[in-house]
């Protein structure tokens, strides 16, 4: 329609040898880029694919072994422990922190003086190395100097007073407390912004119609940031599968697997067994993961979501 | 023609200028561990070697996670003359792909067979020929708090029933019998696991075991790691119960036991570099004794041996026979190892060769020089142990530290974990990847 108008869009147009030599500019343009992707990758992604189907160590010779690791992958118990504990984890950071980010930022949309500071202070845990993170928390949790040792015994509140990292029932959801404790200042100020960008005549609307501030939340800020919110959730379920430094930096996966996830199961795999040929077929399993996601939201793009 | 004549002179010239490179130029580049380095490695190791060896330059280079560091170089086809690794278990699969040079012959030449300990020299053997040389030994102990046992009139246990009455008595007053933890190195647990097979099942079962002799769900086996789980998991015996040692970091436990709120620790001899600051912080003394045996089948106390870090020369290296000349100039001096080992508190580069105690530098503190002293008399007579990290493949190795504490939590029983462990061992078995196994002296139960 609008090429039809005198506008050209770009691309959309293939008539005559000046076009082809367009075409051929812009991709002689974009060749380095397409390059440097085929080499770091798109190539690595290959070979990777391949290496899930060998018995490599990580150095030396791999021979073929046909389907072998995905049959060891079914009878790994660790693997599904660890699968299972991805999933908990996924679960939880998709409520978690977006609910925290979604009350914070609707609140802090109504402050003016000392917004800037709240925004600084709520993203600055997200900015700390995990490595600096997870050593101030495994002292937290600790169950001889840690906090709830010190309100046990300075005001009598034992119920914090655990082993939150050393107890199987709890080292999990100790993890992932803390890495909630660094992560939920990033959908807060993502969401902040895009709170900030609805269009205050909708809720003067809202408000001429008798609408509460929750029916004006329900109804005009969530359907208005709809695409910032799916983002997140989608960005969350793809990093759950990919979780690593928090849970490797603080148990390794312990005690007895019950902190295990994909990730510290591959890299144990890898650079403690050296299978790294399993440890591929580990990977593709996480490959998976984020091809099925991503592949949802094509899905819901396709049938019309506005996402 | 004057053009000629002076292009063929400049082509003379350089050819000269090359050829006084190739002779004189040789740079062997040498990558440590950065956290390992003694201060002291320039001017003790490097500077020396170099003034001893016009044309040779040695260098060497700190590196971060060196391991990891080191695999990606050899993929890349830039990895150093020298290639450490963190233990003879991870130089198989080196030799496997044909990156390390075969040792035999400059061996041979320089007499290293000699100036190496035995264990030591066979340590870094695979199939009969050496490929590495331990830049690092160490052994196992029992580590205690001189000042609570003074102060509660205990002596150092010699046997099991005299540990069993620490035990016990710590218990009574209150504290820990035994501080420890795996926060912060998971691995933690295979120092116990080893401990208990050695001086629970003693050496010779366990020498058996890693030959193929006897399965490792023989009774001995199944005996002390029944023994650790009763230990760790029913009698809390470490930091006060398992979910305490899950949440244990190094530091953590490190201040448990000098604080006095545990009365001992099982741990390497690698703490005799970083245990004094954490005494010297809490005004107690401490002091070592070996791990007395905890069973008839143990014979009397001996040392596990433990190689650390091993060094070998790349064999796709341009300048082999200078690393050759670089790893001789290390192992053919006892004093120089000493001065470097004792930089770093003889937690590292404690090279093993033979040394007495006069080499020693003035100033060392008399509990290192007499464990060094104990351990070459001891293992001099055979009565050896194995660690787990020196003598198991690597699969095995991580089920070893990673399935026991399912057996501490009850998930699996004993049986059930060595069960796993001797069919993981069998495919090591079936593939030939067995490391070399110095023989215990036998009969001596």
Do not use: C
Request: a negative charge; proline letters at 4%.
């Amino acid at each position: 329609m609008a090429a039809t108008q005198g506008t050209i869009q770009p691309g959309a147009v293939s008539l005559g040898g000046g076009s082809r030599r367009r075409e051929l500019g812009r991709w002689l343009f974009i060749l380095p880029v397409v390059f440097l992707n085929l080499v770091v990758i798109v190539g690595p992604a290959l070979f990777g694919v391949y290496i899930a189907f060998t018995d490599w160590s990580g150095v030396g010779s791999m021979n073929f072994v046909g389907l072998e690791n995905f049959a060891r992958l079914l009878q790994d118990q660790v693997f599904w422990k660890a699968l299972r504990n991805n999933l908990v984890w996924t679960a939880i950071f998709l409520v978690v922190p977006i609910v925290l980010g979604l009350l914070g930022a609707y609140m802090l949309t109504g402050i003016r003086r000392g917004q800037m500071f709240m925004r600084v202070a709520f993203f600055v845990p997200y900015v700390l190395p995990s490595v600096v993170t997870t050593h101030i928390w495994r002292y937290l949790m600790h169950p001889r100097v840690g906090l709830g040792q010190w309100l046990s015994d300075t005001f009598g509140i034992d119920f914090l007073d655990k082993a939150w990292l050393g107890s199987r029932d709890t080292a999990l959801y100790g993890i992932a407390f803390m890495d909630n404790w660094h992560f939920w200042g990033f959908p807060l100020v993502l969401l902040l912004a895009a709170m900030s960008a609805v269009d205050v005549e909708l809720y003067e609307v809202a408000r001429l119609d008798g609408a509460s501030r929750f029916q004006q939340f329900r109804h005009v800020t969530l359907p208005s940031i709809r695409p910032t919110l799916v983002f997140l959730l989608l960005m969350i379920a793809i990093w759950s599968a990919l979780v690593f430094d928090y849970i490797f930096l603080t148990t390794g996966g312990g005690p007895a697997n019950a902190s295990e996830v994909m990730g510290t199961h591959l890299y144990t795999t890898a650079f403690e067994r050296f299978q790294t040929g399993y440890a591929a077929t580990i990977g593709l399993v996480m490959v998976l993961w984020v091809a099925l996601v991503v592949g949802g939201f094509v899905y819901l793009r396709k049938r019309g979501w506005e996402i | 023609m004057i053009r000629r004549i002076l292009v063929v002179a400049l082509l003379l010239s350089t050819l000269g200028v090359g050829a006084v490179s190739a002779q004189d130029g040789v740079t062997i580049t040498w990558w440590s561990e950065v956290f390992s380095m003694p201060s002291n490695i320039q001017e003790v190791l490097v500077d020396a070697f170099n003034e001893a060896h016009p044309g040779i330059t040695l260098e060497m280079v700190g590196q971060e996670d060196l391991n990891q560091t080191l695999r990606t170089a050899i993929q890349a086809g830039e990895a150093p003359d020298l290639l450490v690794t963190p233990g003879a278990s991870f130089i198989a699969e080196y030799v496997d792909a044909g990156l390390v040079e075969p040792l035999d012959d400059a061996a041979a030449e320089l007499g290293w067979a000699d100036k190496v300990l035995d264990w030591a020299y066979q340590s870094g053997q695979l199939g009969g020929v050496l490929y590495s040389i331990p830049l690092t030994y160490e052994s196992l102990v029992l580590f205690y708090n001189k000042t609570v046992f003074e102060e509660n009139g205990w002596e150092a246990p010699t046997t099991f029933e005299e540990f069993e009455a620490i035990v016990a008595a710590a218990q009574d007053i209150g504290i820990y019998p035994l501080a420890y933890g795996n926060a912060t190195w998971q691995p933690s647990n295979e120092h116990l696991m080893g401990m208990y097979l050695n001086a629970y099942a003693g050496r010779e079962n366990v020498y058996k075991a890693l030959v193929g002799e006897i399965p490792w769900t023989h009774e001995s086996i199944v005996g002390a790691t029944e023994l650790l789980r009763r230990h760790i998991a029913d009698d809390a015996l470490f930091s006060g119960g398992l979910e305490n040692y899950f949440a244990n970091g190094g530091d953590d436990w490190r201040a448990e036991f000098a604080s006095g709120e545990a009365a001992m620790i099982l741990s390497g001899t690698w703490n005799f570099r970083s245990i004094g600051g954490f005494f010297e912080e809490a005004g107690n003394e401490w002091d070592w004794v070996p791990i007395p045996s905890m069973s008839d089948m143990a014979g009397e106390y001996g040392y596990e041996l433990a190689t650390g870090t091993t060094v070998s020369v790349n064999a796709q290296s341009p300048n082999k026979d200078a690393a050759i000349k670089a790893l001789d100039f290390l192992i053919s001096d006892p004093a120089l190892v000493l001065k470097l080992a004792a930089d770093v508190g003889f937690g590292e580069w404690v090279v093993p060769v033979h040394f007495g105690v006069d080499d020693f530098p003035e100033g060392t503190d008399e509990r290192v020089v007499r464990f060094f002293s104990d351990f070459a008399a001891v293992t001099g007579e055979g009565r050896i142990g194995y660690t787990t990290w020196t003598f198991w493949p690597a699969a095995p190795n991580v089920h070893l530290w990673e399935a026991v504490e399912n057996v501490w939590w009850g998930d699996i029983s004993v049986e059930e974990y060595l069960e796993e462990h001797e069919r993981l061992w069998q495919i090591e078995r079936d593939a030939g990847n067995l490391l070399p196994v110095p023989a215990p002296a036998m009969g001596g139960m």
